[in-house]
């Protein structure tokens, strides 16, 4: 029988992990934390259930919806998803609808969009390389100013000047300034844009339920999931992984390795790794995030899922409202969970503050978008710090990665997965799909580039999987 070693218990590895033991193959997932699910985790919080932020589930591709269906089966509810960017004192629908933006934007803000819209049509730029530029070819530098520019500084940290357009084309491809206005005249129905989506799917009790319930069923089916046991490094001969070393000094054998732990980590682990590659490495970066829970002495805060905070003059980017997702994450109780998100590197003051002054922001920040009341009370305050969460985009990472890319396809046995795994700023269902066709490759022996998925994110559109192949 063959045995596959998975590092990390997030959504990449765990959705190899049932996969394999699908077809009664030996697993073994190490995962450096006490926890499950990664950065799609559930806890339980102050008598109530929250996720680390938000996280939706949407996708057409038929092998991530078949590893819903089969793990959450009916146990989830539709939720219709009520959105808003806050921007200069004033909340925006998002998706966008017409008679909204019209009333919260001056007639000459309007024309001045239209303008540099039209001048952009005319002129446009040519082989966009950074996030700014891709996104004032395609919607005219004023509402790239309003709808893009500020949040994207906050979220990454550097300037969209210096983000590369990889980024943008990921996130935002397909959609145009035509085509937001198309459905904000429609009222976005029909809307097939995934950054549009007015629906989706989300597990009763959190979205971290799709991971333990993954979880039991590997070790159900005799595989073993190690928490709090860290893989230290890789154990390579002659080109072909062999198996890993975890921190307690063990070493484990298997005949495949997966990983979905930071590629830098990863590279780290290997011995004898070529100056290139570790010089590549040391180029390529992480963003954190600290995460604000705020139980509030209310049930009817605002309606919003989530609200997008584009205004500079406050340091937080987005708002989680626990309250308008599902009922079953309440269980009963009358107050309102709220979590605010602020982002930093390591070095960055706020990223070590301590838990009271996170939570003073926090709070005097909600304040100042009027959110909450200023006699209003705070119940409980609770902090949780997450470390690489998204991999940096700059300029210059495409070339430092293919260095990496190139000399890790050399490695036999070797996938790495996932956001952290593969240096990928991928949403859940990209994890799922790269963790399935890992997986898959094992299975089938087949050879399916999984360093393709997220550069491309046709497949979601279309429901269709590239099956491209390493040459």
Same mark, same amino acid.
């Given at each position: 029988?063959?045995?596959?070693?998975?590092?990390?218990?997030?959504?990449?590895?765990?959705?190899?992990?049932?996969?394999?033991?699908?077809?009664?193959?030996?697993?073994?997932? !190490?995962?450096? /934390?006490?926890?499950?699910?990664?950065?799609?985790?559930?806890?339980?919080?102050?008598?109530?259930?929250?996720?680390?932020?938000?996280?939706? !589930?949407?996708?057409?591709?038929?092998?991530?919806?078949? !590893?819903?269906?089969?793990?959450?089966?009916?146990?989830?509810? &539709?939720?219709?998803?009520?959105?808003?960017?806050?921007?200069?004192?004033?909340?925006?629908?998002?998706?966008?609808?017409? &008679?909204?933006?019209?009333?919260?934007?001056?007639?000459?803000?309007?024309?001045?969009?239209?303008?540099?819209?039209?001048?952009?049509?005319?002129? %446009?730029?040519?082989?966009?390389?950074?996030?700014?530029?891709?996104?004032?070819?395609?919607?005219?530098?004023?509402?790239?100013?309003?709808?893009?520019?500020?949040?994207?500084?906050?979220?990454?940290?550097?300037?969209?000047?210096?983000?590369?357009?990889?980024?943008?084309?990921?996130?935002?491809?397909?959609?145009?300034?035509?085509?937001?206005?198309?459905?904000?005249?429609?009222?976005?129905?029909?809307?097939?844009?995934?950054?549009?989506?007015?629906?989706?799917?989300?597990?009763?009790?959190?979205?971290?339920?799709?991971?333990?319930?993954?979880?039991?069923?590997?070790?159900?089916?005799?595989?073993?999931?190690?928490?709090?046991? %860290?893989?230290?490094?890789?154990?390579?001969?002659?080109?072909?992984?062999?198996?890993?070393?975890?921190?307690?000094?063990?070493?484990?054998?298997?005949?495949?390795?997966?990983?979905?732990?930071?590629?830098?980590?990863? &590279?780290?682990?290997?011995?004898?790794?070529?100056?290139?590659?570790?010089?590549? /490495?040391?180029?390529?970066?992480?963003?954190?995030?600290?995460?604000?829970?705020?139980?509030?002495?209310?049930?009817?805060?605002?309606?919003?899922?989530?609200?997008?905070?584009?205004?500079?003059?406050?340091?937080?980017?987005?708002?989680?409202?626990?309250?308008?997702?599902?009922?079953?994450?309440?269980?009963?109780?009358?107050?309102?969970?709220?979590?605010?998100?602020?982002?930093?590197?390591?070095?960055?003051?706020?990223?070590?503050?301590?838990?009271?002054?996170?939570?003073?922001?926090?709070?005097?920040?909600?304040?100042?978008?009027?959110?909450?009341?200023?006699?209003?009370?705070? @119940?409980?305050?609770?902090?949780?710090?997450?470390?690489?969460?998204?991999?940096?985009?700059?300029?210059?990472?495409?070339?430092?990665?293919?260095?990496?890319?190139?000399?890790?396809?050399?490695?036999?046995?070797?996938?790495?997965?996932?956001?952290?795994?593969?240096?990928?700023?991928?949403?859940?269902?990209?994890?799922?799909?790269?963790?399935?066709?890992?997986?898959?490759?094992?299975?089938?022996?087949?050879?399916?580039?999984?360093?393709?998925?997220?550069?491309?994110?046709?497949?979601? @559109?279309?429901?269709?999987?590239?099956?491209?192949?390493?040459?």
């Amino acid at each position: 029988m063959k045995k596959v070693i998975i590092i990390g218990a997030g959504p990449a590895g765990l959705s190899a992990a049932y996969t394999l033991s699908k077809n009664d193959i030996d697993v073994v997932v !190490f995962e450096a /934390s006490p926890y499950i699910g990664g950065m799609s985790r559930s806890f339980d919080l102050w008598g109530q259930r929250v996720d680390l932020g938000p996280h939706r !589930f949407f996708s057409k591709e038929p092998k991530i919806n078949n !590893f819903f269906d089969e793990i959450i089966k009916e146990d989830y509810a &539709l939720v219709s998803r009520l959105t808003r960017i806050y921007y200069k004192k004033r909340f925006f629908d998002y998706p966008l609808k017409l &008679l909204n933006v019209l009333s919260n934007l001056s007639i000459t803000t309007i024309f001045s969009i239209l303008f540099y819209y039209g001048k952009q049509r005319i002129f %446009p730029i040519r082989n966009p390389e950074t996030f700014e530029k891709w996104v004032t070819n395609r919607f005219g530098k004023k509402l790239y100013t309003i709808f893009f520019k500020y949040y994207t500084e906050k979220l990454w940290g550097i300037p969209c000047s210096k983000i590369d357009a990889d980024w943008a084309a990921q996130r935002i491809k397909g959609l145009s300034l035509f085509e937001a206005v198309w459905n904000a005249f429609k009222g976005n129905k029909g809307n097939k844009h995934k950054t549009l989506v007015d629906e989706f799917s989300y597990p009763k009790n959190g979205t971290g339920t799709l991971y333990e319930r993954s979880a039991s069923y590997v070790e159900d089916n005799g595989g073993v999931i190690h928490k709090n046991k %860290p893989v230290q490094s890789i154990v390579i001969e002659n080109n072909q992984c062999k198996g890993v070393i975890t921190v307690d000094g063990e070493k484990h054998e298997a005949d495949y390795i997966i990983s979905s732990m930071p590629l830098t980590s990863l &590279l780290k682990g290997i011995g004898s790794v070529p100056k290139s590659v570790l010089d590549a /490495s040391n180029k390529l970066y992480f963003r954190n995030t600290i995460l604000v829970y705020l139980e509030i002495d209310r049930d009817d805060l605002f309606e919003d899922n989530w609200i997008y905070v584009h205004s500079p003059e406050v340091r937080h980017g987005r708002i989680t409202n626990f309250r308008n997702w599902c009922p079953s994450l309440n269980k009963g109780k009358n107050s309102t969970i709220l979590c605010l998100e602020f982002w930093a590197f390591d070095a960055d003051p706020i990223w070590k503050e301590k838990d009271q002054y996170l939570s003073d922001i926090a709070i005097k920040e909600l304040k100042t978008l009027k959110l909450i009341g200023e006699t209003e009370i705070i @119940e409980n305050t609770k902090i949780v710090r997450v470390p690489k969460c998204y991999p940096v985009y700059e300029i210059g990472y495409r070339e430092h990665l293919d260095v990496i890319e190139d000399y890790l396809i050399g490695i036999d046995k070797l996938t790495p997965i996932g956001r952290y795994g593969a240096f990928k700023y991928n949403n859940q269902d990209h994890s799922i799909l790269m963790g399935i066709l890992a997986a898959e490759n094992i299975v089938n022996n087949t050879k399916i580039d999984l360093w393709k998925i997220n550069t491309d994110t046709e497949y979601q @559109e279309d429901g269709e999987v590239k099956d491209v192949l390493i040459q």
